[in-house]
């Protein structure tokens, strides 16, 4: 008798042999055998050998419909062939030039229209964009404080490694709670310049800025938390936000790092609220490394030689330039966006029938290609709502359905999924065929309430 996440953790076991060899030589020259925490599954992690269109292999040969798309990375999809033209063009024709490559400023271009930006600096890494936003917010206006959301990821930086992922006992009060560090190694100095606040409660963050506006360089948020699973803002809430940035005269920054390729204009576009500094990376470069630092133009301006710090080796690399113009240009269309968005539609919809039909206590979350289904009976609105989520049935689901082929999110109960522009019809109805499978595996351990259950 064994329960479904352990029937099928040793199904996974079965049928990832290869991945359990590499995991096993990986872990003696890389802790957890993994190059970002996030990566690390339990029992090991799965090692990939190749992906295209919507799909991916492991090593050992398994095949998977790919819904977690590298964390929300490749809207484009796994090896778009008007990218891989593209690439091959500009390897040919050198990698890293060391000076400033032709195309960056088309590309800034290109982004500023797109986004309604008015400048933008370009580093390679989401943490990198983050980090350099609230150094541009603090030169500007000259205050140490930042404000951000318990539950919102920005990066794996000190700065903003704060109540990211707080347990109950730690978190505190929900109206006003503790600035708990995500990480060993971060100085308390650090980590007492940023305030923390609950997502979606207005009255609560006007309570924080209150006592500490004046001192406040930015309020930083994901305009829709993924790193929580799927959460919306809920009506009048960015505005509110944009409002008391404006009274206390700090700036407003969306991490726009996964929004910005799940909304054709991005979050701020879709919301109509306009940020004074935005930070966009994942989706926009087609899988290759970038992140954009965009802003007003009197913050942006301060960013100079000797002033405002702002550097890296592989900033604008001609490869990440190539295929950000191309994936904007040509592959994330409008039209792309609507296709994959009905998909979404059909795939949550879909979700939400059969966790209906099963009496599963779930609940699905979603906005255009993107969304969650959360083992939760109430909405997920901020992060102790999501806290009270059946963490337990999560990890059956998703091992289940790993091992019948779909990949349904990324690895863990707060990602999401994501539809890429060469997703199909055909891969959303494989989604849910294996999902009308799992679910009643996942219903007998709900009315066994934990009990150890065979299925
Ligand atoms: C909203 C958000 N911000 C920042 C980051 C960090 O980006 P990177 O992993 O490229 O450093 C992530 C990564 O998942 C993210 O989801």
Redesign the pocket.
């Known amino acids: 008798m064994t329960n479904v996440h352990e029937r099928e953790k040793n199904l996974y076991l079965e049928r990832t042999r290869r991945s359990a060899e590499i995991f096993h030589k990986a872990r003696q020259l890389t802790p957890y055998g993994v190059h ?1 925490n ?1 990566k690390y599954v339990e029992p090991h992690p799965l090692y990939c050998a190749k992906g295209k269109g919507s799909k991916i292999w492991d090593v050992d040969g398994n095949e998977y419909v790919d819904f977690n798309m590298a ?2 990375a490749l809207v484009v999809g796994h090896a778009h062939p008007t990218i891989i033209e593209a690439i091959r063009e500009r390897i040919e024709n050198g990698t890293l030039l060391g000076f400033e490559c032709e195309d960056a400023h088309k590309l800034a271009e290109l982004i500023c229209r797109r986004f309604n930006v008015e400048m933008v600096k370009f580093s390679s ?6 980090a350099h936003a609230i150094r541009f917010a603090r030169a500007y206006t000259g205050r140490k404080k930042i404000l951000k959301f318990e539950g ?5 930086h000190d700065g903003l490694l704060v109540s990211v992922k707080p347990s109950k006992q730690k978190a505190g009060d929900p109206k006003l709670p503790n600035q708990v560090p995500a990480s060993q190694g971060i100085p308390e100095e650090i980590t007492s310049n940023t305030l923390v606040a609950p997502f979606n409660d207005l009255e609560a963050i006007e309570a924080v800025m209150k006592r500490n506006g004046e001192e406040t360089a930015a309020i930083i948020l ?1 305009p829709i938390p ?2 929580m699973g799927f959460i919306t803002p809920s009506p009048g809430f960015l505005e509110g936000l944009r409002e008391l940035a404006n009274e206390y005269s700090s700036l407003l920054i969306f ?5 910005c390729g799940k909304f054709y204009h991005g979050a701020a576009g879709y919301f109509r609220v306009q940020p004074d500094l935005s ?1 966009m ?2 989706a926009i470069s087609g899988g290759y ?1 970038l ?1 954009v630092i965009a802003g007003r133009k009197p913050i942006m301006e301060k960013v100079a030689p000797g002033v405002v710090a702002h550097a890296g080796t592989f900033n604008a690399n001609p490869l990440s330039i190539t295929a950000a113009k191309v994936t904007l240009g040509k592959v994330l269309d409008e039209n792309g966006f609507n296709q994959a968005s009905r998909l979404g539609d059909d795939l949550a919809r879909g979700c939400q029938d059969i966790i209906k039909d099963f009496g599963i206590t779930a609940r699905v979350q979603w906005l255009g290609i993107s969304g969650a289904i959360l083992f939760s009976r109430e909405e997920v609105a901020n992060w102790r709502s999501f806290l009270e989520c059946d963490f337990g049935k999560w990890n059956a689901y998703y091992i289940a359905m790993l091992n019948r082929g779909i990949i349904p999110a990324g690895t863990g109960a707060d990602e999401q999924w994501t539809i890429s522009v060469q997703h199909s019809k055909d891969d959303v109805e494989a989604h849910l065929e294996v999902f009308k499978e799992v679910a009643p595996m996942l219903k007998r351990q709900e009315l066994s309430m934990g009990v150890v259950e065979a299925v």
Do not use: A, Q, R
Request: proline share 4%; charged share 20%; aromatic share 10%.
């Open positions: 970002s996030y964390f929300g890494t989401g943490l990198e964009g983050t919102c990821y920005h990066g794996s994901e993924m790193n991490d726009e790092i996964k929004t930070v990376s994942k490394p992140s």
